[in-house]
């Protein structure tokens, strides 16, 4: 089985400033997709990024972006020049590349809660 | 496009009664997914829909829990009867199929108390 682990419960950038959160992930697998969720006290969550294990591009989406080191099975997340609206809890989640259903779901780590200082 | 939508936003209970909640997905998303959020932790899969029928329930509590998406479109998920334990977010998700590089997108979640 796969699992996802953030280690770091709580974090805490300047605004403008650059943080990265960190995940690590197992499996046996050698095609599948790692994603940062954010997660507002809404509750609702909301995709950050995506990567795709094949890629060996990291990822980037505006003021994120992330460090994908699959041999070390690493996944680190980015924020720069980050803003007040940026502070939420952010989730790491690993998905199999496999179509098969049982497959399709997401294995979400704990969660890291990120806290912007004005 | 209109989101997941999912209703109710909060839920109080006394133990041992039952709850429903509801979710309707993201129109013309074949897969539904529901997620249980305990608190401090991440979501966790409790059943996938693929249309209306059942593509994993292993994590399902069956004794207690289920949950139906009889026409492929709208879900309903109940707890009969609750324990404390179950007191937790549950996060209901849809994505365009199966297919491993579709985006699942979430609802705003119902809030759980049992008391």
């Known amino acids: 089985a796969q699992t996802v682990t953030q280690s770091q419960p709580e974090m805490s950038v300047q605004e403008a400033e650059t943080v990265t959160l960190s995940c690590t992930y197992d499996?046996?697998?050698?095609?599948?997709?790692l994603f940062w969720y954010k997660q507002p006290p809404s509750r609702q969550m909301i995709l950050v990024i995506r990567?795709?294990?094949?890629?060996?591009q990291n990822a980037t989406e505006n003021r994120f972006s992330v460090n994908f080191q699959k041999a070390a099975k690493s996944f680190s997340l980015k924020i720069s020049d980050s803003q007040l609206g940026d502070a939420a809890m952010y989730f790491c989640?690993?998905?199999?590349?496999?179509?098969?259903?049982?497959?399709?779901?997401?294995?979400f780590g704990k969660g890291i809660t990120l806290s912007v200082r004005p | 496009e209109a989101g997941v939508a999912q209703s109710p936003r909060y839920k109080i209970i006394e133990k041992r009664q039952s709850v429903a909640f509801w979710c309707n997905p993201i129109?013309?998303?074949?897969?539904l997914y529901w997620y249980q959020q305990i608190l401090g932790q991440g979501p966790k899969l409790l059943i996938q829909?693929?249309?209306?029928?059942?593509?994993?329930d292993s994590q399902l509590p069956k004794d207690r829990f289920s949950a139906e998406r009889l026409k492929g479109v709208d879900s309903t998920l109940k707890i009969q009867p609750a324990k404390l334990e179950d007191s937790a977010v549950y996060l209901c998700?849809?994505?365009?199929?199966?297919?491993?590089?579709?985006?699942?997108?979430f609802g705003a979640g119902t809030r759980l108390s049992v008391l």
């Open positions: 829909f693929q249309n209306n029928g059942v593509v994993d």
């Open positions: 129109s013309g998303h074949a897969t």
């Open positions: 499996t046996s697998e050698s095609d599948y997709y």
């Open positions: 989640a690993y998905r199999s590349a496999l179509r098969t259903g049982a497959n399709s779901k997401l294995t």
């Open positions: 998700a849809s994505s365009l199929d199966l297919a491993a590089k579709n985006i699942q997108y």
């Open positions: 990567q795709e294990a094949y890629k060996q």
